[in-house]
């Protein structure tokens, strides 16, 4: 069992709000993402993370921000919420396989509806 | 720009076998990766191919031909519980990301 923790898992506001969605995982993983997925559609990188104090965009324009200032913590903000930000929001951190490649570990999701 | 192409939906029988297959058309290579999403819930691992040939676990195999771009899910003795979406990511060569495709729905029948 992986442990990621995202909360809210739904969250409605309007439009104006400012909001944070809160990533945690307990595993100790450097590597921390941000995807986001529209209903079925893939998913896109808005923001990862290699370590404390680490932020890059990712390949999907986002007008959101992250932080990094603990390992276990990678919160999401939204300054100023619009009804185009409604989508389901996946956090995941990683660990190397026995190969090259990152084994990503998902959180449950947030569902963001902005009215 | 990358390009992975997946079938949208697949059906299937309880208790048979199903073939999901991937191709992709990428900058790069660094391995594939196959995920299970079941609806309204996080992706969750289930294989991961960088050689040539086929890797098996349990009822699920994973094969990868990378001189043809081309990989497939194969899944076994089908359960109800299998229906989800297979979503079918490549890692890109000194990207840190998975590029993911559309995913496949696969719908269990009795």
């Known amino acids: 069992e992986a442990d990621i923790y995202q909360t809210p898992r739904y969250l409605v506001i309007g439009t104006g709000k400012k909001i944070t969605l809160e990533c945690s995982q307990t595993?100790?993983?450097?590597?921390m993402y941000w995807y986001q997925q529209d209903p079925g559609m893939e998913l896109h990188l808005i923001h990862y993370?290699?370590?404390?104090?680490?932020?890059e965009k990712g390949d999907l324009s986002s007008e959101s921000t992250v932080s990094r200032i603990r390992t276990e913590h990678f919160p999401l903000t939204l300054e100023s919420a619009r009804p185009s930000h409604t989508s389901q929001y996946l956090c995941?951190?990683?660990?190397?396989?026995?190969?090259?490649?990152?084994?990503?570990?998902f959180g449950s999701g947030t569902q963001l509806s902005v009215l | 720009g990358q390009n992975i192409d997946q079938p949208t939906e697949m059906t299937a029988t309880e208790g048979a076998i199903v073939q999901i297959n991937c191709t992709y058309q990428?900058?790069?290579?660094?391995?594939l990766f196959w995920y299970q999403q079941h609806a309204g819930e996080a992706p969750t691992f289930l294989s991961y191919?960088?050689?040539?040939g086929l890797e098996e676990k349990g009822r699920f195999s994973s094969f990868l031909s990378r001189s043809k771009g081309y990989s497939y899910l194969l899944l076994k003795e089908l359960q109800m519980k299998d229906s989800a979406s297979y979503l079918c990511?490549?890692?890109?060569?000194?990207?840190?990301?998975?590029?993911f495709g559309t995913g496949t729905r696969l719908t269990v029948i009795p």
């Open positions: 995941a951190s990683s660990e190397r396989t026995g190969g090259a490649g990152e084994k990503l570990f």
């Open positions: 595993m100790g993983h450097d590597k």
């Open positions: 993370s290699y370590g404390v104090n680490s932020t």
């Open positions: 990428t900058s790069g290579f660094n391995g």
């Open positions: 191919n960088v050689l040539d």
């Open positions: 990511a490549v890692m890109l060569t000194g990207a840190n990301n998975l590029f």
